[in-house]
């Protein structure tokens, strides 16, 4: 579904970037945008790596994650204003309901699809390439050439061309996700897989180098709600939450 645009606007030129820097720093005529963009960033990525190395999981953990690499991935994929002069803007809805600022589209009529933002990120499609992703200035950050694409989830991307891996907001892939034939993208870096067996597992995106799905392996799973789900294993079933851990039925 394309993405609904309002009328553009001017944004980004000294006088708005100065207002905005002076929510922040006491000087703001001494810092630019490549700064507080490359700040921004390296705070973000800071904490993300505390949390990331903390070997306890729990829902106030992945709720903390996934607003801090949401709020990472958007602002890389702002970067790309560094270095453009003044410029048109407009504002548009992200998939999670927040205002951002994107670019015009230039050129709109050589992709046959391009989705609300998430995360930073807008999914595209040409009808013979595939699939890819664009920034907020409405560049190819991933070339459209996947068969089939998930939005981004935490900082990376579901993708699929001859086998599944993903795409981080740089571009780069991972290596390929071994026995995966299908997968969806839920929330909080967590997407639910099914294997080359039959087989069904919750995954968090760390999967291309653990190898290790975060959920036990079930016959089948069915979600409940965005973060809980019932799973079968033979003739057993139980309900599950979005961290792989059994949920009392009546305790949600």
Not at 102 to 109: G, M, Q, S
Not at 120 to 137: P, V
Not at 194 to 208: E, H, M, S, T, V
Request: net charge neutral; glycine share 6%.
């Amino acid at each position: 579904m394309m993405a609904t645009l309002s009328k553009a606007t001017p944004f980004y030129n000294r006088d708005s970037l100065l207002k905005h820097f002076r929510q922040f720093f006491t000087n703001p005529e001494l810092v630019n945008y490549q700064d507080y963009v490359t700040g921004m960033s390296a705070q973000l990525k800071k904490k993300i790596n505390i949390l990331e190395y903390d070997a306890i999981r729990n829902v106030f953990q992945l709720e903390q994650l996934n607003d801090l690499r949401g709020r990472f991935s958007l602002v890389n994929s702002a970067t790309c204003l560094v270095g453009k002069k003044e410029g048109t803007f407009i504002r548009v809805k992200d998939a999670d309901g927040r205002d951002i600022m994107t670019r015009p589209l230039e050129n709109a009529e050589k992709y046959a699809s391009v989705e609300t933002y998430k995360q930073g990120f807008a999914k595209i499609k040409q009808d013979k390439q595939g699939y890819g992703f664009l920034n907020i200035c409405g560049e190819e950050i991933v070339k459209c050439q996947y068969t089939h694409a998930e939005n981004f989830n935490d900082g990376r991307a579901l993708v699929k061309k001859n086998h599944w891996l993903f795409v981080d907001i740089s571009g780069k892939e991972s290596e390929e996700l071994k026995e995966v034939t299908d997968a969806i993208a839920l929330t909080k870096g967590i997407s639910l897989v099914r294997f080359k067996n039959g087989k069904y597992a919750l995954i968090d995106n760390q999967f291309d180098k653990t190898q290790t799905p975060v959920s036990d392996i079930y016959d089948s799973i069915e979600p409940i709600d965005f973060e809980n789900f019932r799973v079968k294993i033979g003739t057993d079933t139980k309900v599950i939450n979005i961290e792989g851990t059994e949920v009392l039925v009546g305790s949600r």
